[in-house]
């Protein structure tokens, strides 16, 4: 899942995946999911490859959209995980 675009996982989810094709570090300093911990830190992208994390999540994940901050991302929505 791309930091700055979001996107969907599975209900019951213990991981996620995020990817950052930023030259930068993205720290996601909120996220409103149960169980996933903040501050995060998506490496910053390696000459063309993108830079990625697997998140552990504390708890596994319950249907709903759960926006969150991402410090490297210019826009005005915040992105968001969607869970169903």
């Known amino acids: 899942m791309d930091v ?3 996107g ?3 209900a019951g989810a213990n991981t996620i995946t995020l990817t950052n094709n930023h030259r930068v570090a993205c ?3 909120s996220c409103s999911m149960p ?5 995060t830190q998506v490496p910053a992208k390696q000459g063309s490859t993108a ?5 552990t999540l504390s708890s596994p994940a319950t249907c709903g959209d759960y926006p969150y901050t991402p410090d490297c991302c210019d826009q005005g929505t915040p ?6």
């Open 4 to 6: 700055c675009a979001g």
């Open 8 to 10: 969907t996982i599975d």
């Open 27 to 29: 720290n996601i300093t």
């Open 35 to 39: 169980g996933f911990p903040v501050p």
């Open 51 to 55: 830079g990625s994390t697997v998140v």
């Open 79 to 84: 992105p968001a995980i969607k869970v169903q």
